[in-house]
């Protein structure tokens, strides 16, 4: 089945400093999603891409879609302590546009 | 968030017991989904459902079965619990979001089960 790699795992930041996270397929993806989860909570939806090449931010939150559409990534500026949680992407199911796969995760620490 | 709610919240059980956990929304939504989520796996989906009494096998669908007699409900259910099947388990429906009306999944709170 689709399946989507999602690095790194855990990152540590200082609060303040810049955040990345990346989403990598071996296949073309229709579209991308992008969820967050605070420690304790469920996932929030973000965001999705769908354009070859396509950018959109939300406030320090920048997203993209690579030109082949087969990576993302997940950009925060100036992290805070608010941006803390596990950031997910998720694909659709090959041949079912209802059904997600996600990525496994990248879980951030914002140290004070 | 859409009004998903899950019971129960908490659940420690035995061995080859039988247990149910249940999704209710408040959406109307036709698509529900049971996941799992445990540390370095992400969100398995375990089974999903399409409309009342049509479901389907998810990716991790073995020693589970669902069922979904009313479009608000959708049940889970162990049928012999394992140690295995310790995990946090979340429920979603699928709506839609923001002005272009992107098939979103809204999640509830989350079971967490521990099999003893």
Redesign the interface.
């Known amino acids: 089945?689709q399946q989507v790699m999602?690095i790194p795992?855990y990152q540590h930041v200082q609060e303040g400093e810049d955040f990345t996270t990346y989403c990598n397929s071996s296949t073309t993806l229709s579209n991308i999603?992008w969820y967050k989860q605070r420690p304790g909570?469920?996932?929030?939806?973000l965001i999705?891409l769908v354009k070859s090449g396509e950018v959109k931010k939300q406030k320090r939150l920048t997203f993209q879609f690579g030109e082949a559409k087969k990576n993302s990534s997940l950009h925060i500026t100036a992290t805070q302590t608010t941006d803390v949680g596990t950031y997910?992407c998720?694909v659709p199911i090959s041949g079912s546009?209802?059904?997600?796969?996600?990525?496994?995760?990248t879980q951030l620490t914002v140290l004070p | 968030?859409a009004g998903i709610t899950q019971s129960p919240r908490h659940k420690v059980t035995e061995t080859g017991t039988p247990v149910t956990l249940r999704c209710h929304q408040t959406e109307n939504h036709r698509?529900m989904?049971w996941?799992r989520q445990d540390p370095?796996?992400?969100?398995?989906?375990i089974h999903?459902s399409?409309g009342v009494k049509d479901t389907d096998k998810?990716?991790v669908s073995d020693g589970y079965s669902v069922s979904r007699s009313k479009t608000e409900d959708f049940l889970l259910t162990l049928e012999s619990a394992t140690s295995s099947q310790t995990s946090v388990y979340?429920c979603a429906s699928?709506g839609t979001?923001g002005t272009g009306g992107?098939?979103?999944?809204?999640?509830?709170?989350?079971t967490r089960l521990t099999v003893l």
């Open positions: 089945g999602q795992q999603q909570g469920h996932p929030v939806f999705q997910f998720a546009a209802r059904q997600l796969t996600f990525g496994s995760g | 968030d698509y989904y996941y370095g796996h992400g969100l398995r989906l999903y399409y998810g990716e979340f699928l979001s992107t098939d979103t999944q809204y999640f509830g709170p989350g």
